[in-house]
């Protein structure tokens, strides 16, 4: 996924270019979040995410922005 997404860690977010299901995850996880930080409804937005079929691109910048958030640190991974 990372191979396939390029480069742009730092590239904010553009919600205009969200597919239809990547919008309605997006909204998940912010409401989740917005309810005294459920984290357990934030992962599960999170594992939602990972599950679905869109563009490379799409699920890496969603899965970059909730990073920005949840903290686990994303890009310093290995493929280990």
């Excluded at 480069?7 to 990547?22: A, Q, V, W």
């Excluded at 992962?43 to 691109?57: D, G, N, Y």
Aim: hydrophobic residues 40%; negative net charge.
């Amino acid at each position: 996924l990372k191979e396939s997404a390029g480069k742009g860690k730092d590239t904010p977010l553009d919600r205009s270019k969200l597919s239809k299901e990547g919008a309605e995850i997006l909204q998940e996880f912010e409401a989740a979040l917005s309810d005294d930080l459920s984290m357990p409804r934030a992962m599960a937005s999170v594992h939602k995410l990972l599950s679905f079929r869109s563009e490379p691109q799409e699920r890496l910048s969603l899965l970059r922005h909730f990073d920005s958030v949840l903290g686990f640190q994303i890009d310093g991974w290995s493929a280990e």
